[in-house]
């Protein structure tokens, strides 16, 4: 059976594929990976944890030559997934746009540009057309800190990407040096111009967040944290839909080349 790696950072994006699972037979979790399976495709859903430190220690061990997260599956995958939500560097790209990567940028100056895989964003594009449902083909780039403000978000906009996530460049990069196809799809939560509470203020060096200072920030900025928590949901309901259309199809992993 056909084998699909999908890695989210945090549960609540995980949450919707979690429940497609639920719902089927076979389903089996372990600390960091859940395992089921959904119309003819096994799916194995890696929950990374925030940050390119943490989602690049996921990726290695799901995609090295050993898997210590999941010995049990015992196989090469034949396609790889990363998905959530991203931030928008573009007015072109509001609140609820569905973006697959093209490419993936890094704000560390000394990482390269990394691609993805044309036949799965082509794949993906006709089954989402196929249910009425648009997606844009982006340029994406990771950085370690979030953008939480405009002139953050415009300084990152002249490296030509359009949206900001925090993960996405170590996985592709896992999945490049594995030789696996893989594609990023995620849904815009953070417009342009929304203004968010400044959490890079949490961060601690080794680039994890500071769970109690990062309330503390939160409560400091009620307004703002309510409205980001309420984008948040809607795009996470709108990838909920997505992945209800894509997960099953067989041309996941019917591919042959990059």
Do not use: W
Not at 40 to 59: D, K, V
Not at 68 to 73: D, F, I, K, R, S
Not at 212 to 230: E, F
Request: proline fraction near 6%; aromatic fraction near 2%.
């Amino acid at each position: 059976m056909p084998l699909v790696y999908v890695f989210a950072a945090m549960k609540s994006e995980a949450r919707p594929l979690e429940q497609m699972l639920a719902r089927q037979a076979g389903l089996s979790s372990a600390t960091r990976v859940t395992e089921g399976k959904i119309g003819n495709n096994e799916i194995a859903l890696f929950l990374t944890g925030i940050g390119p430190r943490r989602a690049g220690e996921c990726a290695e061990a799901a995609l090295g030559s050993i898997s210590p997260l999941a010995p049990q599956l015992g196989a090469r995958p034949d396609a790889a997934l990363v998905i959530g939500t991203c931030g928008s560097l573009s007015a072109s790209l509001p609140e609820g746009t569905i973006v697959t990567y093209l490419s993936c940028l890094s704000t560390d100056p000394s990482q390269r540009p990394l691609t993805c895989s044309a036949r799965l964003n082509a794949c993906v594009g006709k089954l989402l057309e196929s249910k009425g449902l648009d997606r844009e083909q982006v340029i994406g780039i990771t950085s370690a800190r979030a953008a939480t403000r405009l002139d953050q978000k415009l300084a990152l906009a002249q490296s030509g990407a359009t949206v900001i996530d925090m993960e996405s460049y170590k996985i592709v990069a896992g999945a490049n040096q594995a030789q696996v196809p893989v594609l990023v799809l995620r849904v815009v939560s953070d417009s342009l111009d929304r203004k968010m509470p400044d959490f890079n203020r949490a961060l601690k060096p080794a680039g994890d967040f500071d769970g109690l200072k990062a309330l503390r920030i939160a409560v400091g900025s009620p307004l703002r944290t309510l409205r980001m928590i309420a984008a948040s949901r809607r795009a996470i309901r709108h990838l909920e839909i997505v992945l209800e259309v894509i997960l099953p199809a067989a041309c996941l992993v019917s591919i042959n080349g990059p």
